[in-house]
């Protein structure tokens, strides 16, 4: 009976390692199992996040290009507004020659022939030139949006003696000119100053031959140029 006893618990024990065994081997696989799937699960919610992420950011680029957009659409519009006011308005001289008007998406650009508005070597504006001035003036400064830029240009002929000592270059007489016309537009017609910019070109811009005197008297102009405000 004694020795029954022993092989009894001999054998339970036995069994009971054998099962400790074998579930502890099967447990291994699946807690591997397990890990595996929590790992893929934290990499899933990492990539959702990060894709979430993604998407909040693409959604507001999309936005802010809408209204990118849309201000551009809005500038388009007012420009091609003015544009047509400009040719209604300034028709005489447009057919005369006198004045080009172009746009080009958001900008406008008005030429004004110097004979127009200066005698040969002058930077004082003609009366005829004042009117003309002031007349494209109280169209331009309703465009809040947009700076003026008044740039002066000359032909190749350079400053004769009698007034190098005023003007030494045509650097100088195309400043001094896009200056004047600056100060008018915000004196006379009550352009905002924080909108305009006086810029001289000498000879170096020129849109035609200097080799003709009617490429000269094209070369000699004032451009006057609306251009749209960068947003800080």
């Known amino acids: 009976m004694k ?14 390692l054998f099962l400790t065994a074998f579930l502890f081997a099967s447990y291994l696989p699946l807690q591997e199992k397990l890990e595996t799937k929590e790992r893929e699960i934290r990499e899933t919610r990492s990539l959702l996040d990060k894709t979430t992420i993604e998407l909040e950011d693409t959604k507001r680029k999309i936005e802010d290009l809408s209204k ?3 201000k551009k659409s809005e500038e388009i519009s007012n420009i091609e507004k003015t544009y047509n006011e400009l040719i209604e308005e300034m028709k005489k001289e447009i057919e005369d020659g006198k004045i080009e008007i172009s746009t ?14 200066f005698d040969s070597g ?3 504006i003609k009366p ?6 002031g007349r494209v003036g109280n169209i331009i400064k309703g465009v809040e949006d947009h700076m003026i830029v008044v740039e002066g240009h000359t032909d190749n002929v350079p400053i004769s003696p009698a007034l190098s000592k005023r003007f030494p270059t045509n650097w100088e007489l195309s400043a001094a000119r896009a200056t004047n016309v600056v100060r008018y537009l915000q004196e006379y017609v009550g352009v905002d100053p924080k909108r305009l910019v006086a810029s001289g070109y ?7 031959d ?3 005197r009617e490429g000269k008297s094209r070369n000699r102009r004032i451009e006057i140029i609306l251009v749209p405000i960068k947003e800080k």
């Open 68 to 70: 990118t957009e849309g």
């Open 202 to 208: 000498s000879e170096y811009h020129p849109v035609d």
């Open 210 to 212: 200097n080799a003709t």
């Open 3 to 16: 020795y029954y006893t022993y092989i009894v618990t001999g054998l339970f024990i036995i069994v009971s």
């Open 104 to 117: 080009l998406r958001e900008e406008l650009t008005v030429n004004v022939l110097d004979q127009i508005l």
């Open 122 to 124: 002058k930077i004082e």
């Open 128 to 133: 005829e030139g004042l009117e003309v001035l």
